[in-house]
T-cell receptor, first 114, second 113 residues
């Protein structure tokens, strides 16, 4: 079956530091990959996505590249801000008819300190 | 832009009580789903629906019931609340393809005492 593995948190960084959150996946076929962000007390919001190999998703300074050869979709940001403090979820959606469900990683909590 | 709307935002129940968590979406999405979020467990799928009149079980369906009489609404019923159902519940919807993201509501925080 499908699975998503994220690096365990929590991750604490100083403002303007470089961020990497690792995500690897197991799936049959050619899944679409997503990063979601959850701010305290809120629901999950789509941060970025990539739908095929070598695609790069980007939004709000965050980037992730769909690497089929390493089955990875690592999230990166060059300079984090305090406002980036949140929980980040990696997820996949498999290809094919009836493929509506997302499989989520367990989430990585990021805290950015001034 | 309402998106996915969940009510109530907070609820406290006593063991054995029943209640319905409401979810409505205005994006004409065929697919709707319910997740629960617990510390260290990520999000787990409870039930989902691929269209009006069609529902199916997810990973953790026991103790929950759903129905889908319209495209817009997908209520989640707790039949007899238990402390193990204390959680944050999220409703989500999407288009029925492999590329579209899920759109989430803001959640219902349920405590069962």
């Amino acid at each position: 079956g499908n699975s998503v593995t994220q690096m365990e948190g929590p991750v604490t960084l100083s403002e303007e530091a470089f961020l990497t959150i690792n995500c690897t996946y197991t799936a049959t076929g050619y899944p679409s990959l997503f990063w979601y962000v959850q701010y305290p007390g809120e629901g999950l919001q789509l941060l970025l996505k990539a739908t095929k190999a070598d695609d790069k998703g980007s939004n709000k300074g965050f980037e992730a590249t769909y690497r089929k050869e390493t089955t990875s979709f690592h999230l990166e940001k060059g300079s984090v801000q305090v406002s980036d403090s949140a929980v980040y979820f990696c997820a996949l959606k498999n290809s094919g008819a009836g493929s509506y469900q997302l499989t989520f990683g367990k989430g990585t909590k990021l805290s950015v300190i001034p | 832009n309402a998106g996915v709307t969940q009510t109530p935002k907070f609820q406290v129940l006593k063991t054995g009580q029943s209640m319905t968590l409401q979810c409505a979406q205005d994006m004409n999405h065929e697919y709707m789903s319910w997740y629960r979020q617990d510390p260290g467990m990520g999000l787990r799928l409870i039930h989902y629906s691929v269209g009006a009149g069609i529902t199916d079980q997810g990973e953790v369906p026991n103790g929950y019931n759903v129905s889908r009489s319209t495209t817009e609404d997908f209520p989640l019923r707790l039949l007899s609340a238990a402390p193990s159902q204390t959680s944050v519940y999220f409703c989500a919807s999407s288009d029925p393809d492999s590329f579209s993201p899920l759109h989430f509501g803001n959640g219902t925080r349920l405590t069962v005492t």
